[in-house]
């Protein structure tokens, strides 16, 4: 349900609101536009305050006639959240938000907000489309397996540095490097709590690619990588393209695990609007 106190900020074009899961937690959103609608699923990290990208993606889709909805998931932003927060609780959420969206919508994840948006579909939740910015599937399912188990016992245990590095540890090292020298890192390394359910999708998300279960996503998907991008990305959208019956595979511009928000919002206002019909 749509929390009472919801609130328009800003442009008149810009709701901000929150709506409260069916376990009782608070998801704070922006939503923009009418139309068919897109829920933006951002992966390990990013929220609304700090992801300007994907606000600038949501404002521009939104003057091309579409509804965007851009959310803080579970324990980051304005969505706080305490105790274990496991996939099926982050799925909660999506389910929250997509009901904001008024219908079946276009899920658009981001990294590992690709495998939270799979899973979301897999569930039977009121997906119209998945356009799935640089998923990270180029591993095996064993090893991912076993690097999600190993975060979630370093979560576990009060480890939350070593979780955050663990988590990050095949990103490019100066990523790494950058939020160990940034003032910011006590911060970062608290908020790993939030990417258990990630690390919970890509390790279900390998197993369904590897064994098949993708298959029964019948849904049309848009698997999108940068012209810059990094080993593995390109190989990995083909192969996602290629298990779901609906599935495509297209480079678009953008770089460094990033979209340009002008050519996204073009692409996705096509994906979306074609599927709407």
Partial sequence: MSDDTSTTTGSPEVTT???????????????????PAVVFVAGAGPFRAVDPVTTRTAELLAHRGVTTVVFDRLGRG?????????????????AAVLDVAGG??????????CAISLRAADRGLPVLGLALWEAPLESGAEETADWA??????????????????????????WLAGAK??????????SVVSQRADAQALAWATRALADGGLAGIDVPLLAMTGTRTFPGMPEAARELAA???????????????????EVMADRLARFVLSLAG
């Fill in 17 to 35: 609101a929150s709506v409260v899961t069916a376990r009782g937690d608070r998801v704070t959103y922006d939503l923009r536009g009418t139309g």
């Fill in 78 to 94: 304005d969505s706080p959240a305490a105790g274990r927060l496991e996939l099926d609780r982050e799925l909660e959420a999506v």
């Fill in 104 to 113: 079946p919508a276009v899920l658009c994840g981001h990294s590992s907000g």
């Fill in 149 to 174: 188990a190993e975060i979630e016992h370093r979560i576990d245990a009060g480890d939350l540095e070593g979780a955050t590095e663990h988590f990050m540890k095949d990103m490019p090292p100066e």
């Fill in 181 to 190: 020298a940034s003032p910011g890192w006590p911060a970062i390394a608290a």
């Fill in 243 to 261: 298990a779901l019956p609906g599935g495509t595979a297209e480079t678009v511009d953008g770089a460094d695990h990033s979209w340009e928000p």
